[in-house]
């Protein structure tokens, strides 16, 4: 297959994970300030779809593709049997570029390669992948059926990451009208909760117990740490196919425009939603598109750190 097909975009001079990161927080307080909210809900979204990217390629993705769902790029589309239709828009990443340096001192008369040329991140490049909207071709193979509506096993998943975390459920009608809460070590929720209702009150607790019981209870506000917990609610339900409704702009404003604090927060939920996703998906999502998209070169450059 020809990989001409597609018109790739000016490649703009490389930056750095940290100024791509920066550029998109800039861009997502400009939108909350205007008062709309889609890019937040893009941005989530995409923490989701994408959970196991670094998290400056996520705000990339979902910055120029709200609507992506798998990308890859050209070789990858191609190993797959499909090509990227004419006239199609790349989406630029950065991939990281790994070089080997020699270590000094002590480590330079090694004869040891492994110490001498230790693997080293040198840099990023700027690459593009599209997404699979923008492709043609063969079918590709077929997700693991995922709930729309409804919990499913995700709630007993759910239910035994909260036991590997030492962390004891309990189901307490005293604690209404609260829906859920959180002790440290401990988490109540009221009984009678409809399913997808339940599920969303137990991440919701789960993340306070996960984040908010030690330094970062301290170094945040209550409301900047409810609106984590709800932003990581809305990720993980949303993901596994729950309506999760749509992400608010109004707690986001709490932030009045502090960049830096809605970066670390943004990130803080976006590690937090990949753990608890990762945790109670199944072996058999490994064998999803997505990761056989990842296994095909370039698109492993997603996992690093950004």
């Known amino acids: 297959m020809s990989n001409t097909t597609a018109i790739m975009p000016t490649t703009p001079k490389p930056q750095t994970s940290k100024e791509v990161i920066a550029e998109n927080i800039k861009l997502l307080i400009e939108q909350l300030k205007a008062g709309h909210s889609e890019g937040l809900t893009a941005y989530l979204t995409a923490m989701g779809r994408f959970h196991s990217y670094s998290f400056g390629n996520i705000l990339e993705i979902a910055r120029q593709k709200p609507d992506a769902t798998r990308v890859a790029g050209l070789h990858a589309w191609n190993q797959l049997g499909r090509k990227v239709m004419k006239g199609q828009k790349g989406i630029r990443i950065l991939a990281p570029m790994i070089g080997s340096r020699k270590k000094k001192d002590t480590d330079a008369t090694s004869k040891d390669p492994a110490v001498v040329n230790k693997p080293t991140l040198v840099g990023f490049r700027a ?31 759910l239910i035994a990451f909260t036991a590997t975390h030492g962390i004891e459920l309990e189901f307490k009608d005293s604690i209404a009208p609260a829906l859920g809460m959180s002790y440290g070590g401990r988490i109540a929720i009221l009984p009678g909760q409809a399913p997808a209702e339940e599920f969303s009150t137990l991440v919701h607790e789960l993340a306070h117990e996960m984040l908010h019981k030690a330094e970062r209870r301290t170094a945040t506000t209550k409301t900047v740490r409810e609106t984590e917990a709800e932003a990581i609610a809305f990720v993980v339900s949303q993901t596994i196919g729950l309506d999760a409704g749509r992400a608010s702009a109004d707690y986001i404003h709490l932030y009045h425009g502090n960049a830096a604090l809605l970066t670390e927060s943004l990130e803080v939920i976006q590690r937090t939603s990949a753990l608890i996703l990762s945790a109670i998906e199944t072996a058999q999502v490994a064998v999803e598109v997505t990761s056989t998209i990842e296994r095909t070169g370039i698109d492993a450059a997603f996992a690093e750190v950004a």
């Open 127 to 157: 690459v593009y992948v599209f997404d699979v909207s923008q492709t043609e071709g063969a079918e590709l193979p077929a997700f693991t059926e995922r709930t729309t509506g409804e919990v499913g096993e995700f709630r007993e998943r």
